[in-house]
């Protein structure tokens, strides 16, 4: 039993190794004074939890018989039992009125923490989180100004840590964004292909510490802006035009390599036209037929991406996104992004930044079978954060409200900065 009694923020791995069942343990429990309570999320643990009192045992010698009991109470004697509780007293000065007559009052349903957990429309579980990691060269982890609590891992060892961290609360899927020196980036992006970067030597190393690919998802973004001297996500012609087809050339052949390392999904991120096609065709021909693609679907031009740019030193080095990112202003056009995106095979659709785009998961939701992913991207973390530290947010709570307004808007997974620590409030909750 002691296996199954959950101390705060331990790991789901645990509880199922633990061999916990919930018939089991409702069968048992009575006899040790507790109640097993399935915690509300999709998180697979129990906890014990003490009830008040248990009834008084019954001498065996004293039983009677059903027919004895029920003719007492047809005689008029029933047995005694607790009285009515008095009501509560509202305080003095309370108006007195007559009762609202109202044929339906909502708050009923929501007047006790069982009724609302009986009612819970969404829930958010550790196994709808994507953890974005970034990495870089070094072999110690640095801090990033922009986002408190997040590092640039070293990739050896740092790196190796956090995706652990991330395991032991359930948080089974990583994508990797690289720091690239500058002495490798060049106007066309070609480091972004080398079998031996950064990112494909992450994910050797993944693979080879974490082999079971059932726990453990690895995902990579698929773009040139980390790799670009010019800080943009395709090849950038002398007139300042990010060249499209030239661009997807190039992403095919960083998802190729990508895959070749042993990637699970690739997330083309840039918002080239054609690219999901093309990555899909590069993906077949090199017989990578069980990679994944997640598409950047609706991914806006963002004010909300500035601490991530800094995160990565990837700033444009002049002018902006908006000729390929799409116009916050625009949401029909998402479902042109969706069509495509669907007709040229992408697995998971994505729309990024997430809690500004609430109404735009909502539109995917409502029209594509497939699974929605919905980034909350580094300005949405780092305004929580610095919500927090001032002392004006609760942060734990806006967290979880912001993570759960998110599923509710219609999103199956999160790319959240908020994994490990919202995992680890989650596994910890009650009723
Ligand atoms: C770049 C990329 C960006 C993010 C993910 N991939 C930044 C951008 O488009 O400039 C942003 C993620 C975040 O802000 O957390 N391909």
């Not at 080879?208 to 980390?226: C, G, M």
Request: with cysteine.
């Amino acid at each position: 039993m002691a296996g199954v009694t959950m101390a705060a923020g331990c790991g789901v791995s645990q509880a199922l190794s633990a061999g916990a069942s919930h018939e089991g343990l409702r069968r048992i429990a009575p006899a040790f004074g507790t109640v097993v309570v399935p915690i509300p999320s999709r998180c697979k643990v129990s906890r014990r939890v003490k009830v008040e009192a248990i009834a008084e045992p019954i001498a065996k010698s004293t039983v009677r018989t059903i027919e004895e009991c029920e003719a007492d109470v047809v005689a008029g004697n029933a047995p005694a039992a607790p009285p009515v509780p008095a009501k509560p007293k509202a305080p003095e000065g309370t108006p007195r009125i007559s009762p609202l007559v109202m044929p339906a009052r909502p708050r009923r349903n929501r007047r006790s923490a069982a009724l609302r957990a009986a009612f819970q429309e969404t829930t958010v579980s550790p196994a709808n989180f994507i953890l974005p990691l970034f990495v870089h060269e070094g072999e110690q982890n640095a801090p990033i100004g922009a986002m408190p609590g997040c590092q640039r891992l070293g990739w050896r060892h740092g790196l190796i840590d956090e995706v652990y961290k991330a395991r032991d609360v359930g948080v089974n899927n990583v994508v990797l964004f690289p720091k690239v020196p500058d002495a490798l980036k060049s106007s066309t992006g070609d480091e972004a292909y080398n079998p031996d970067g950064l990112v494909p030597r992450c994910i050797r190393l993944l693979k080879d510490k974490f082999p079971d690919l059932v726990s453990q998802v690895i995902y990579t973004d698929v773009a040139l802006d980390p790799y670009s001297s010019d800080g943009h996500d395709g090849i950038v012609r002398e007139d300042g035009v990010i060249m499209n087809d030239e661009t997807v050339h190039q992403l095919c052949k960083q998802a190729v390599a990508q895959a070749q390392a042993g990637a699970d999904v690739v997330s083309p991120s840039d918002m080239m036209d054609g690219r999901v096609g093309a990555i899909r065709n590069a993906l077949d021909l090199a017989g990578y037929h069980d990679v994944s693609i997640m598409a950047y679907t609706a991914k806006y031009a963002s004010a909300f991406y500035g601490p991530f740019r800094e995160a990565l030193d990837s700033n444009p080095r002049f002018g902006d996104k908006k000729t390929y990112q799409m116009n916050p202003a625009n949401y029909r056009e998402a479902l042109i992004e969706t069509r495509l995106d669907e007709a040229e095979g992408a697995d998971i659709l994505m729309v990024k930044p997430a809690m500004p785009y609430l109404d735009v998961i909502r539109l995917l939701r409502d029209n594509t079978a497939l699974p929605i992913s919905a980034y909350q991207v580094s300005g949405e973390y780092s305004m929580i954060k610095a919500a927090a530290a001032a002392g004006m947010l609760d942060e734990k709570k806006a967290v979880l409200e912001s993570l759960l307004s998110i599923r509710r808007a219609g999103a199956d997974v999160i790319l959240t900065y908020f994994a490990i620590p919202a995992a680890q409030w989650l596994c910890a909750e009650r009723i």
